[in-house]
């Protein structure tokens, strides 16, 4: 029988970045969903999740001799290609005979380059479900849509896949391939353990310039019958209690969410759960089915608080709607937390006051300020590469919080000291900790409030 192994590599972050203490672990959901696909298909098939059984890479060879893998798959976001790579070194020692193939988004952006590596044979572009089941049951590599391959030297890029029609088509992740008790979403983002991600949809019909849409801008909801079929089995089966819709935009389909609500308050799930929001795309009816659903919190992202800024990257924003919005989720009794960038192009020090200002004003239950990052098969990185002002092509950078962009407007010096002083000035306010106290309802509520203290203290 056919043997698979699928690696998610570990994080690797800085020991001052914001996400090394408030980030949380998620499940490499891409590696369930390819490896229900292939088990489909006869294939045996284990997944390493390094990340969450906090794995270095230092140590993944003494995982890989427990079995002799025909296939070897390795996951890769832009700021884990390195790891990837390191891996997929260490597996080609361990394991000469199986196959290495990289997919996620940045092998797929990059395929070119992830190809010149001479540990990786394959890569898989786009959603991989099919095309790696294809790969590992022995279709010829030619005649598979979204493969990369070398032939005698020779890079071949086959025509792209056409993305699946019906998300329902898919056998839910294979949860009992990961360590479900491992898991813990973002600090503030959950209100009971355990809890695990789950998407409900793909694609976002958003054309933000500093967005990679991995799924393209055609977005696919699954029906609420099969979202209510997979909670059902990871409350049963693995006493889920909180969940976190992944999706990238989980009320992209306003309708389509009140019915999934509507379904799961009369199921009565008592599952308790948060999710990414669009500001335009919600209205106080929805709000109020994801409040008597379980919804405890959303998360928007505003980015900045100049519309010039704003209309630069593609989205374009009335803040007077944001205003509307922050008071219509407050009515539901949803907590908020809003995304903010720094140092977008044509930041200035008057911009990100202006920013810091909006926010303040709008005074969020959680606000997250990002470093600008140009990520690789963006417009922005395109925009930076061509305009000479790309710092680093070193991937492990591309953190969230590493300036990687020379601005003519602002310094990387004035980017960082204001990264620092934001979130002391938000969140060390005296009438916004009282808040927080009162709002203390469990020792989860309290102990997330005291780590994000001691986080901000620390910056």
């Not at 196959?99 to 890569?123: M, Q």
């Not at 479900?129 to 279709?139: D, K, N, P, Q, S």
């Not at 306003?254 to 199921?267: D, I, Y």
């Not at 239950?365 to 680093?392: C, H, N, Y």
Request: aromatic share 10%; charged share 25%; glycine share 6%.
């Amino acid at each position: 029988m056919t043997k698979v192994l699928l690696i998610n590599p570990p994080w690797t972050i800085k020991r001052r970045n914001l996400w090394a203490k408030i980030g949380g672990v998620l499940p490499p959901l891409s590696l369930g969903y390819l490896a229900a696909a292939v088990r489909q298909q006869g294939v045996e098939v284990k997944i390493l999740d390094m990340n969450a059984l906090h794995v270095p890479v230092e140590r993944v060879a003494e995982h890989l001799r427990d079995a002799r893998y025909d296939w070897i798959g390795l996951t890769a976001t832009t700021n884990l290609a390195h790891n990837a790579r390191r891996i997929a070194a260490k597996a080609r020692q361990e394991q000469p005979q199986a196959k290495i193939v990289f997919g996620g988004v940045h092998p797929t952006v990059l395929p070119e380059e992830v190809l010149s590596w001479p540990e990786a044979d394959f890569v898989v572009r786009g959603e991989g479900e099919i095309t790696f089941a294809e790969l590992v049951t022995g279709t010829a590599p030619e005649k598979i849509r979204g493969l990369s391959y070398r032939r005698d030297r020779e890079l071949v890029h086959n025509p792209a896949r056409e993305v699946l029609p019906d998300l329902d088509a898919l056998p839910f992740p294979a949860y009992d391939l990961l360590p479900v008790g491992r898991y813990v979403p973002a600090l503030g983002g959950y209100k009971r353990l355990p809890a695990i991600s789950v998407i409900t949809s793909r694609g976002c019909s958003g054309q933000c310039s500093y967005c990679n849409n991995f799924y393209g801008r055609r977005v696919r909801k699954r029906s609420a019958g099969n979202v209510i079929e997979e909670l059902k089995l990871l409350k049963d089966r693995y006493g889920i209690k909180e969940i976190y819709f992944f999706d990238d935009s989980f009320t992209e389909f306003p309708s389509q969410v009140q019915a999934l609500c509507e379904r799961m308050a009369a199921e009565r799930l008592d599952l308790t759960w948060s999710c990414f929001a669009r500001f335009n795309l919600v209205n106080p009816e929805l709000l109020r089915a994801m409040k008597a659903a379980g919804c405890h919190h959303a998360s928007y992202g505003i980015e900045s608080g100049d519309p010039e800024l704003l209309r630069g990257i593609r989205k374009p924003t009335d803040l007077d709607r944001v205003r509307e919005v922050m008071a219509l989720t407050r009515a539901a009794g949803i907590d908020i937390l809003l995304g903010f960038m720094l140092g977008l192009p044509g930041e200035t020090p008057a911009t990100m006051e202006r920013t810091m200002r909006f926010a303040l004003e709008l005074d969020p239950d959680m606000v997250l300020f990002d470093i600008t990052t140009p990520f690789p098969g963006t417009e922005l990185f395109a925009w930076a590469k061509s305009q000479g002002r790309l710092k680093t092509e070193n991937w492990s950078d591309y953190d969230l919080y590493t300036p990687v962009m020379r601005l003519p407007t602002v310094t990387e010096e004035e980017i960082m000291r204001f990264y620092r002083r934001v979130h002391r000035r938000f969140y060390l306010r005296p009438g916004y900790l009282g808040r927080r106290l009162l709002k203390i309802r469990s020792y989860q509520d309290l102990k997330q409030d005291l780590t994000a203290f001691l986080a901000m203290a620390g910056l």
